[in-house]
C-alpha cells in the first residue's frame, strides 16, 4: 500500500540528512508503529506521505501512485484518501467539534447528507457525542486529540497518518485514544504512527520500525520498544 | 457546485462572525481608508466648484465708442464668440447701458443732472467675454487686438480692460494651477496610504489563520474552497465599513451643508444628497475591491508553499 523505495532526504546545507536510503511497505490493514529519538526522521518519514515534504532522492508509492509527482492541483484529492492526526490536534480553533468533522467531509464534497449521518456516528466512535458543540478550547487534550481522530476517519480513509497522537496527553488519555486506533485498525483502515512511548508500542504487539540517524535499523512483525 | 457555493457562504459568515477581532479591527482600517477615499473625493468637488466660480467671476470687458455702428459692434461680438476658447459672450447695448447708470446713480443728484444736460446717450455699448480657462484670455486679448489693427480702431473699440486685470488673471491662473496639482498629489499619497494600510492589516489578520489554512490543507480543501470564505469575509468587511463610512459622512455633510454654502457658494449636503447612489457605489464598491483584494493576495502566500 506504502512503499519507501531507498529514499533520502538532504538537508538545504546538502550533507546532513533527515532520512538516508530508507526502503520499507506497509501493507493494507498493518498497524505500523515507527519508534526512534527526536531527530531520527520519524516525522519527515510521515510528511512524505502526506505529500508535505518531497525526498532528495528515491521514490515514495501510495499503491502504484508516486505521491511525488502527482501535481499541485490534484494533491487535496489524494489527500483525501489519508487521514492524518497530530501531537498538536490542529483542529479549527473557530469551528465546533461537530464543525471540524464535517469541514474535513465537506471539503470531501460529500454531500450534506451525509454528514448528518456521519459525523455522529464519528463521534460516537470516539465517544464525544456531548461534546458535538464544543469548541476545540472547551476540550481536554485527549478530548481534542478524539476529535482529531474522528475527523481523520470521517472519510473512510485508505490509510490513518499519526504523528506522535499520544504526546502531549496524561496516561488514561493515552490509553482511550491507542485503543480507538486499534479498533480502527480492526475495522480494516491501515494506520501509521509515530512514538515515544514504551508503553504504547509494548500494549499494542504489532510491527514495530526503529529509526535512528535517519536510517531504518530495526523492523520487527511483532515489535516491542528496543532503543 | 450549488453546495460548494453554500459551505463557502456559510463558512465565511461563521468566520466573519466568530472573529470578532480580527473582523473589527479590519472594518475600522477599510473604514478609515474608505473614509480618506470619500474626503478626497468631497474636497476634490469643492475645489472644482469654487475654482469654477471664481473663475465665472473674472471676465474681459470691450468698450466701444459710443458712436460705433451697430453693424461692427456685432460682426466683432460674432468674431469673439465663434472663438473656440470663449465661453460666453454678453453684450450690453448703449440703451441697457445707460438705463444701468441711471439705476446704479439714481440717488445721486449731481450724476443725474449731468446726464440730463446731455442731448444724447452718452454710454457706449460693451462686451463681456469669458473665457474657458483663465489662461485664454492672453490669446483673445490677442486676438481684439489684431482686429483693432484690422479695423479703423478708433471709432469703434475705446479700450479692453484686459491689460488692467492682467496681473490679477495672471495670479489667479497660477493658485489654480498650483491648487489642482497640490490636491491631486495629496490626494493620491492619502488615498495610497490608506489602501496600504488596509492590505497590512488584512495579510496581519490572515497571518493569524495561517496555521488554519495549514490544517485546511491536511484534510484535503481545494485552494478554492479554503481561499473563498477568505474572499467571502473580506468582501463583507468592505460593506460593512462602506456603510459605517456612510454614516459617518451623513451628520459630517448636514453639520457641513450650510458652512460650505457661505464659505464656498456650494452646499456640499445637497451634493452628497444628489449624488447619493454614485457616492454609495464608489464607497461600498472600493471597501468590497480592498477587503477582497487584500484577502486574496494574503491567502495566496498561504497557499503557495
Do not use: C
Request: glycine share 6%; no cysteine.
Amino acid at each position: 500500500m506504502i512503499y519507501f523505495d531507498n529514499v533520502s532526504k538532504l538537508y538545504n546545507d546538502g550533507r546532513s540528512a533527515a532520512l538516508q536510503e530508507v526502503t520499507f511497505q506497509v501493507d493494507p490493514k498493518e498497524f505500523v508503529s515507527i519508534v526512534g529519538h527526536s531527530g531520527a526522521g520519524k516525522t519527515t518519514l510521515l510528511k512524505m506521505i502526506i505529500a508535505e515534504d518531497k525526498p532528495s532522492h528515491g521514490q515514495v508509492f501510495f499503491e502504484s501512485l508516486d505521491i511525488h509527482q502527482i501535481p499541485r492541483g490534484k494533491l487535496p484529492r489524494y489527500r483525501r484518501k489519508i487521514g492524518t492526526v497530530f501531537q498538536d490536534f490542529k483542529l479549527l480553533s473557530n469551528k465546533t467539534a461537530y464543525e471540524n468533522i464535517a469541514f474535513a467531509m465537506e471539503a470531501n464534497g460529500r454531500s450534506d447528507g451525509e454528514i448528518l449521518e456521519n459525523v455522529p456516528q464519528a463521534l460516537a466512535l470516539v465517544g464525544l457525542d456531548d461534546k458535538a458543540w464544543n469548541f476545540p478550547n472547551e476540550l481536554s487534550g485527549g478530548e481534542k486529540q478524539r476529535v482529531a481522530i474522528a475527523r481523520a476517519i470521517v472519510n473512510q480513509p485508505d490509510i490513518i497518518v499519526a504523528d506522535e497522537p499520544t504526546g502531549n496527553l496524561d496516561p488514561i488519555a493515552t490509553y482511550e485514544v491507542v485503543q480507538i486506533l486499534r479498533k480502527i485498525n480492526d475495522l480494516g483502515t491501515t494506520v501509521i504512527m509515530t512514538t515515544h512511548n514504551k508503553g504504547v508500542i509494548d500494549e499494542l504487539g504489532r510491527r514495530v520500525i526503529t529509526m535512528e540517524e535517519g536510517r531504518i535499523i530495526r523492523d520487527d512483525a511483532n515489535g516491542k520498544y528496543i532503543l | 457546485m450549488l453546495t460548494g457555493i453554500k459551505r463557502v457562504a456559510k463558512a465565511g459568515f461563521i468566520g466573519f462572525w466568530r472573529n470578532a477581532y480580527v473582523t473589527s479591527s479590519s472594518v475600522f482600517v477599510i473604514t478609515v481608508a474608505l473614509f480618506v477615499i470619500g474626503s478626497t473625493m468631497f474636497i476634490d468637488q469643492l475645489l472644482t466648484v469654487s475654482l469654477k466660480n471664481l473663475q465665472a467671476k473674472v471676465d474681459m470687458n470691450v468698450y466701444f465708442v459710443p458712436s460705433a455702428p451697430q453693424a461692427e459692434i456685432d460682426a466683432i461680438r460674432n468674431a469673439v464668440a465663434a472663438l473656440p476658447d470663449v465661453a460666453s459672450v454678453t453684450l450690453t447695448s448703449r440703451e441697457e447701458a445707460l438705463s444701468k447708470y441711471r439705476q446704479k446713480y439714481q440717488n445721486n443728484e449731481v450724476s443725474m443732472q449731468a446726464l440730463a444736460e446731455l442731448d444724447d446717450n452718452p454710454m457706449g455699448a460693451d462686451l463681456a467675454i469669458q473665457a474657458n480657462q483663465t489662461s485664454q484670455y492672453e490669446s483673445i486679448a490677442r486676438f481684439l487686438e489684431e482686429k483693432i489693427e484690422q479695423t479703423s480702431p478708433q471709432t469703434v473699440i475705446a479700450d479692453v480692460n484686459y491689460n488692467e486685470n492682467r496681473p490679477a488673471i495672471d495670479t489667479l491662473t497660477k493658485i489654480i494651477e498650483a491648487v489642482e496639482q497640490t490636491s491631486l498629489i495629496v490626494m493620491l499619497v492619502l488615498i495610497l496610504a490608506a489602501i496600504m494600510i488596509t492590505f497590512n492589516t488584512i495579510r496581519l489578520a490572515i497571518y493569524t489563520a495561517r496555521e488554519e489554512i495549514s490544517i485546511m490543507r491536511l484534510v484535503g480543501a481545494s485552494n478554492m474552497f479554503i481561499r473563498g470564505p477568505f474572499m467571502l469575509q473580506g468582501a463583507m468587511y468592505g460593506i460593512l465599513a462602506g456603510l459605517i463610512t456612510l454614516l459617518i459622512f451623513y451628520p459630517a455633510m448636514v453639520w457641513l451643508g450650510p458652512h460650505t454654502e457661505t464659505f464656498f457658494e456650494f452646499n456640499i449636503f445637497s451634493y452628497f444628497v444628489s449624488n447619493f447612489a454614485y457616492i454609495f457605489g464608489v464607497l461600498l464598491g472600493s471597501g468590497i475591491v480592498l477587503g477582497l483584494i487584500s484577502s486574496i493576495l494574503a491567502v495566496a502566500r498561504y497557499l503557495r508553499t
